[in-house]
């Protein structure tokens, strides 16, 4: 299943994997846990339409069972290229089997949820997941919590450069009343 949004984007969500609705519609995050992300992103001022979207493996795990470590590695040379096309400065990481891809070694999901780290030039930041949140209802809230600091994160990686103040040169006549000086 490839991604879906604007390319290139200045955010890019990574999800782990398709599940059955993404599996049968072709798009990710189409089910119960995309209308919570797409609730989420509404709380934060965005849509569908700003962002790419797509998923660490390209195809649904048999049960829906996690994504093996050899599953993630075939898939990692298409979602690198993604990310070359895609040029994101924002990369929001959905859930743990993401964040350990996309960022190894960097720790628990639980521990690292709406925190921001840099990385040659991305600015990258591990949510949990919006599945997880529908499982374990207390999610909700930290989720809601993280997107508002994701807000934050925006604005101020986002924002348009100040404009540098061009000298202008005096007037004629000031000018020369300068140089008599």
Do not use: W
């Not at 290139?8 to 999800?15: L, N, S, W």
């Not at 846990?33 to 849509?47: E, H, M, N």
């Not at 195809?59 to 290229?81: G, H, I, Q, T």
Request: glycine share 8%.
């Amino acid at each position: 299943m490839p991604g879906v949004g604007p390319c290139p984007a200045d955010i890019m969500i990574v999800g782990e994997a398709p599940g059955f609705n993404e599996d049968r519609q072709g798009e990710p995050f189409v089910g119960a846990a995309g209308k919570l992300l797409d609730t989420l992103l509404s709380r934060i001022g965005l849509s569908r339409s700003d962002v790419y979207i797509t998923n660490v493996l390209k195809c649904r795990p048999p049960m829906n069972r996690d994504p093996m470590p050899n599953e993630a590695e075939s898939c990692s040379p298409y979602l690198k290229r993604q990310q070359e096309l895609v040029q994101p400065k924002v990369v929001l990481i959905l859930g743990r089997h993401a964040l350990e891809r996309l960022m190894p070694g960097q720790g628990s999901i639980s521990r690292v949820h709406g925190t921001l780290v840099q990385r040659g030039g991305v600015a990258y930041v591990p949510l949990y997941h919006p599945a997880a949140a529908l499982h374990n209802g207390a999610l909700v809230a930290d989720l809601e919590h993280d997107f508002d600091r994701v807000k934050a994160y925006l604005e101020a990686l986002l924002a348009p450069p100040t404009p540098t103040p061009v000298p202008v040169a005096p007037p004629k006549q000031e000018a020369e009343q300068l140089r008599l000086l």
